[in-house]
């Protein structure tokens, strides 16, 4: 099990950590089996979307953020159940299959860590898991 | 595999199992892993969040309901298309790692089994995968 | 790892690919084990829903083109920026446990390949992996 550690600099903001989970991907040194991400906050999700445009992730920020308002009337009192509720549309776990010692997946995916509640110090967990 | 039985008291309803899950991941007697839930319905989900303050969950509730609303004009003639759609939304299964046989997660993670059609007698899949 | 190849006809389109995914469960010739499920687009996604009344995926295909509207002052220039909130909220990847050589989830439960920026040729990426 390895830790990526991200710092968030704006409220929502998705940040693109493809290559560092790559580059552990590689460094296992696996031939087959899958790479599971698990995010251990309750206000933040990881997601697998295009990222060869940056445009993209910041329309999905901003769909997030339109999706839970910040202001709706919620009882929790620390001002941030938005940032809960895109928690639980984004998700805490991804897979991602490994083939031929690398990420198996699409041309134009990549890894987002989504903060739904900074600027924090976080962190994405990743366990690789072999086939053999 | 083992199953959690959970008997929901209302239509939305986040039902908390963590201490339960928690249980049979200590039982099962495992070093490190992962710890894959499922959920056989279709009209509920299974999330990770916040379970500290039991109004986050509230809130989330809500919003499900807000984002899926009862009535709007659904083809499904069973009246409860609203639960299809906030389960497609919350999702059906969840994956925790495990580390020095405990869950390794966020201390303010909780699982919560999502009722979106009750209230109703429901399950939960566990399965507990060891690394060796 | 095996693929299932889709073509699909709208837009917005969830195509029950079901019996296929079935198939290579029962071909794989294992006794208990977890069926992973990834797809590597960035404007589609994969759902666990029901699958007996097609009413009910149809209702959930008209929810996911309300929650993400595809005009909303989007800055990806594609025109499917839609398409990748609608991904982002369905998500890439399914899990579905396998006993006595079979899924064993919900008896009302089905497998949906997600289109959102169709028609296109598509596949769905199926990872069986046994518990021996």
Known sequence: MAEIAIKTE??????????RVAR?????????????????????????????????ACDIEMAF??????????RHAEGN??????????GTAAAIFIADGQLDWGRW?????????????RRLQVKIVSDE
């Open 24 to 56: 552990l991907v590689k460094d296992a040194g696996i031939r087959s089996g899958i790479c599971h991400l698990y995010v251990s906050h309750t206000t933040a999700g990881v997601m697998i979307n295009e990222h060869d445009d940056p445009d993209v």
């Open 81 to 90: 159940a938005d940032s809960h509720i895109k928690a639980a549309l984004a």
């Open 10 to 19: 704006r409220r929502t903001q998705f940040v693109d950590v493809t290559a």
């Open 65 to 74: 953020d339109r999706l839970a308002p910040r202001d709706a009337g919620y």
């Open 109 to 121: 995916q990549g890894i987002f860590f989504c903060e739904f509640d900074g600027p924090r110090e």
